[in-house]
C-alpha cells in the first residue's frame, strides 16, 4: 500500500533539477563568506523580499531565534507574540531559554491576526517592568490553518508598532503560499517589516534552509548570532543549490498545493466524525476537528494515510510538492472506509 504523507510539507522530497544543482554546486567556506552559491541565494531572497541582505540559516527555527536575538538586548527585553505563534508554541522555548528574552502573548484572531488594540494594552516600557522591544507576526499561520494576512494587515500593526518605537519581526515560513494566494509578490507582504524569514524547505520543498532578510546592518549583526547558535555551516552552497532551484522553479506550482488542499477539505467535510469549514482554507493546510484525534491518526496510518495532531481535537493535513489530487481522492477513500468501520 501507497503511504499518503499528508503530515507536513517538511517531507517533501527535492526535484530532480535541485539534486543535479547540488552536485554541481560551487562551494566555499561560507563562515568566511567564501561560498558563492550561499551568497547568490542570499541576494536571491534579499531581492524577492525587497530588503537590502539575506542571511542562509538552517531552519526556521533558527531564523526566528537569530532575528530575535538581533532586535532585542537580552535580559528584561520582552517580545509580543501571538497566542497561537509557532515561536511560542513550536520552537523550543529557544527566546527564553537561549534569548534571555521575556515571552508576552496577545490573542490570536482566527485568521491568526493581532488587533493593534490589544497589542497596546500589553506594551510595557522598561524600567521595573519588561521593556517592549519587539512585535512577532506570522503569514501564513500555521495553528490557524494556513490562513493567509493580508498586507494591509501587517503594514498597520508594523506602522503601529514602529510609532512606539518597537521593531516588527515576519515570521513568513510559507510567505510564498501567502503571495501566491494573494496574487502580490512575497515584497508586498514584507514591505513594512523590519525582519522577515520564510523557508526553503517546506512547500518549495528544498531539502534545507531558511533565509532571514532586513538591512544589511541587521544583518551583519544576525550573522555573528548565526555563528552564536551554531549555524555557520561551511561548504553550505551544497544546500543552498537547492534554495536557489526552488525559488526559480517552485513558486508558482505552490497554487496546485492549494487547489488540492480545498479538494481535501470539501472531502474530509463530508466525512462523518469530521468537522470543518472549506471555505477557511486558503493554502495547503487543512485543519479538522475529530474527537479522539491521537485513535484517528492511528487509524488512518493503518490504512497508510499519515496525518498530524495539532492541538486538543485537532487533526492537520497538508499538501505539497508530491501530493497529487489523485493522491488526495485515494486518501479521501481510505479516511472514509476508516469512519465506517468505527
Given at each position: 500500500?501507497d503511504?499518503i504523507d499528508?503530515?507536513s510539507d517538511?517531507?517533501t522530497?527535492p ?5 543535479e ?7 566555499g567556506?561560507d ?5 558563492p ?6 541576494e536571491?531572497a534579499a ?9 542562509f540559516?538552517a531552519?526556521?527555527?533558527?531564523s526566528n531565534?537569530?532575528a530575535?536575538?538581533?532586535h532585542?538586548k537580552?535580559r528584561g527585553?520582552?517580545i509580543i507574540v501571538g497566542s497561537r505563534?509557532?515561536i511560542l ?5 529557544s527566546?527564553?531559554g537561549?534569548g534571555s528574552v521575556?515571552v ?6 482566527e485568521?491568526g491576526g ?9 506594551l ?6 519588561p521593556r ?6 506570522e503569514n501564513?499561520?500555521?495553528?490557524a490553518?494556513?490562513t493567509?494576512?493580508?498586507?494591509e494587515r ?7 508598532a514602529?510609532?512606539?518605537g518597537?521593531?516588527?519581526?515576519l515570521d ?8 501566491v494566494?494573494?496574487g ?15 523557508c526553503v524547505?517546506?512547500?518549495?520543498s528544498?531539502?534545507?534552509?531558511s533565509?532571514?532578510?532586513g538591512?544589511?546592518d541587521?544583518i ?5 548570532y548565526?555563528?552564536?547558535?551554531g549555524g555557520?555551516m561551511?561548504?553550505a ?9 526552488a ?5 508558482d506550482?505552490l497554487?496546485?498545493d ?6 481535501l477539505a470539501?472531502g ?6 469530521f468537522a470543518l469549514?472549506p471555505?477557511?482554507?486558503q493554502t495547503?493546510i487543512?485543519?479538522a476537528?475529530?474527537?479522539d484525534?491521537?485513535?484517528m491518526?492511528?487509524?488512518l496510518r493503518?490504512v497508510g494515510?499519515?496525518a498530524?495532531?495539532s492541538g486538543?481535537g485537532r487533526?492537520r493535513f497538508?499538501?505539497h510538492y ?7 481522492d485515494?486518501a ?9 468501520e468505527?
Amino acid at each position: 500500500m501507497d503511504i499518503i504523507d499528508l503530515r507536513s510539507d517538511t517531507v517533501t522530497q527535492p526535484t530532480p533539477a535541485m539534486r543535479e544543482a547540488m552536485y554541481r554546486a560551487e562551494v566555499g567556506d561560507d563562515v568566511l563568506g567564501e561560498d558563492p552559491t550561499v551568497r547568490h541565494l542570499e541576494e536571491i531572497a534579499a531581492e524577492r523580499l525587497g530588503k537590502e541582505a539575506a542571511l542562509f540559516c538552517a531552519s526556521g527555527t533558527m531564523s526566528n531565534l537569530v532575528a530575535i536575538l538581533t532586535h532585542t538586548k537580552g535580559r528584561g527585553d520582552e517580545i509580543i507574540v501571538g497566542s497561537r505563534s509557532h515561536i511560542l508554541l513550536n520552537e523550543a522555548g529557544s527566546a527564553s531559554g537561549l534569548g534571555s528574552v521575556h515571552v508576552r502573548t496577545v490573542r490570536n484572531a482566527e485568521d491568526g491576526g493581532l488587533d493593534p488594540n490589544e497589542v497596546e494594552v500589553v506594551l510595557r516600557p522598561g524600567g521595573g517592568f519588561p521593556r517592549s522591544a519587539l512585535l512577532c507576526l506570522e503569514n501564513t499561520h500555521n495553528s490557524a490553518g494556513g490562513t493567509v494576512l493580508a498586507p494591509e494587515r501587517t503594514d498597520e500593526l508594523c506602522n503601529f508598532a514602529h510609532l512606539r518605537g518597537i521593531a516588527v519581526h515576519l515570521d513568513g515560513a510559507r510567505l510564498f503560499n501567502a503571495a501566491v494566494y494573494l496574487g502580490v509578490p512575497a515584497s508586498v507582504l514584507a514591505a513594512e517589516a523590519d525582519s522577515v524569514c520564510f523557508c526553503v524547505s517546506k512547500g518549495l520543498s528544498a531539502p534545507v534552509g531558511s533565509l532571514l532578510a532586513g538591512r544589511a546592518d541587521f544583518i551583519a549583526q544576525a550573522r555573528r548570532y548565526r555563528r552564536m547558535v551554531g549555524g555557520g555551516m561551511r561548504q553550505a552552497g551544497i544546500i543552498a543549490a537547492a534554495g536557489i532551484v526552488a525559488l526559480e522553479t517552485m513558486i508558482d506550482r505552490l497554487a496546485e498545493d492549494h487547489e488540492n488542499a480545498r479538494a481535501l477539505a470539501v472531502g474530509l467535510a463530508a466525512v462523518p466524525g469530521f468537522a470543518l469549514d472549506p471555505e477557511r482554507v486558503q493554502t495547503n493546510i487543512v485543519m479538522a476537528e475529530t474527537d479522539d484525534p491521537a485513535t484517528m491518526s492511528r487509524r488512518l496510518r493503518e490504512v497508510g494515510v499519515l496525518a498530524s495532531g495539532s492541538g486538543p481535537g485537532r487533526l492537520r493535513f497538508v499538501t505539497h510538492y508530491g501530493i497529487t489530487r489523485e493522491d488526495v481522492d485515494e486518501a479521501l477513500v481510505r479516511i472514509q472506509r476508516v469512519t465506517r468501520e468505527a
